[in-house]
């Protein structure tokens, strides 16, 4: 014989049995998003290196190479320390390091293209600590036969800002000095060259990206390149030249380019 719950008990006992699937599944997250103890992440990471070792054995080693375990550690934790997804993402990482010719990039190599100004890593850290990367848009003009070189010059400056690390420290800081920003510097390629530079090769490096003074002509370009920045797009924030000097820098470690 079925039994028929009053509509308060029966109310009561629905609300628990959500409450105890909501536990549940949140419980599911939190085992699946928890990071490993220090023995587990041991494992992941020797387990990478075998897989690497197994399945690209081509690939080069030593700093950077496929039994860079501080390497193989980090993109593991960018993956979630899914070993599949890891193993994927650094296979590609080293490879590009290795075509492009990461580690032969110099003061020397990229001079030509330094001189221009276009970007450089600021000699002093934010008031957070992190490295700055400063990149003047106006004196940038994609018309010009130098794209290799500007994307030389990118990459040299994005492991220039990483050896300037503080310990303790993991993220850089990207400003882009938007002022005197014209149609002749509008460069979607470039832009969205970079995000995919940090997002595929320099995970998780990127803290913030400020685009200061953003005249209203950018918003045209912004609008295109927001939906291939993917995750990144949520670090930009649109500022102004104050608030670079007021909230990321002091008197003393402020760029020359804002003090005007």
């Given at each position: 014989?079925?039994?028929?719950?009053?509509?308060?008990?029966?109310?009561?006992?629905?609300?628990?049995?959500?409450?105890?699937?909501?536990?549940?599944?949140?419980?599911?997250?939190?085992?699946?998003?928890?990071?490993?103890?220090f023995?587990?992440?041991?494992?992941?990471?020797?387990?990478v290196?075998e897989?690497?070792?197994k399945?690209?054995?081509?690939?080069?080693?030593?700093?950077?190479?496929?039994?860079?375990?501080?390497?193989?550690?980090?993109?593991?934790?960018?993956r979630?320390?899914?070993?599949?997804?890891?193993?994927?993402?650094?296979?590609?990482a080293?490879?590009?390091?290795?075509?492009?010719?990461?580690?032969?990039?110099?003061?020397?190599?990229?001079?030509?293209?330094?001189?221009?100004?276009?970007?450089f890593?600021?000699?002093?850290?934010?008031?957070?600590?992190?490295?700055?990367?400063?990149?003047?848009?106006?004196?940038?003009?994609?018309?010009?036969?130098?794209?290799?070189?500007?994307?030389?010059?990118?990459?040299?400056?994005?492991?220039?800002?990483?050896?300037?690390?503080?310990?303790?420290?993991?993220?850089?800081?990207?400003?882009?000095?938007?002022?005197?920003f014209?149609?002749?510097?509008?460069?979607?390629?470039?832009?969205?060259?970079?995000?995919?530079?940090?997002?595929?090769?320099?995970?998780?490096?990127?803290?913030?990206?400020?685009?200061?003074?953003?005249?209203?002509?950018?918003?045209?370009?912004?609008?295109?390149?927001?939906?291939?920045?993917?995750?990144?797009?949520?670090?930009?924030?649109?500022?102004?030249m104050?608030?670079?000097?007021?909230?990321?820098f002091?008197?003393?470690?402020?760029?020359?380019?804002?003090r005007?």
């Amino acid at each position: 014989m079925a039994v028929r719950l009053s509509h308060p008990l029966r109310n009561t006992l629905i609300t628990q049995l959500k409450f105890n699937k909501s536990v549940i599944r949140s419980t599911k997250i939190f085992i699946r998003n928890r990071a490993p103890d220090f023995d587990d992440s041991r494992k992941l990471v020797l387990e990478v290196k075998e897989k690497l070792e197994k399945n690209y054995h081509d690939l080069p080693v030593g700093e950077y190479g496929r039994d860079d375990e501080e390497m193989i550690l980090w993109y593991l934790k960018d993956r979630r320390f899914s070993v599949e997804e890891a193993c994927g993402k650094l296979t590609k990482a080293i490879r590009w390091r290795q075509d492009f010719g990461v580690s032969k990039l110099s003061e020397a190599s990229v001079k030509r293209m330094a001189k221009t100004g276009k970007a450089f890593v600021h000699d002093s850290l934010d008031v957070f600590g992190r490295p700055v990367l400063i990149v003047v848009a106006k004196k940038h003009n994609p018309a010009m036969p130098d794209v290799t070189e500007t994307e030389r010059l990118c990459v040299f400056l994005i492991e220039k800002a990483l050896n300037k690390l503080p310990a303790g420290r993991e993220e850089i800081l990207g400003i882009f000095d938007l002022r005197g920003f014209g149609t002749e510097n509008a460069d979607l390629k470039f832009l969205t060259f970079l995000f995919d530079v940090f997002y595929y090769y320099y995970p998780r490096r990127l803290g913030q990206v400020l685009f200061v003074d953003a005249p209203f002509i950018f918003q045209p370009l912004w609008q295109l390149a927001k939906p291939l920045l993917k995750s990144y797009a949520s670090l930009v924030k649109f500022c102004s030249m104050d608030t670079v000097r007021k909230d990321y820098f002091t008197e003393e470690t402020l760029p020359a380019i804002f003090r005007k």
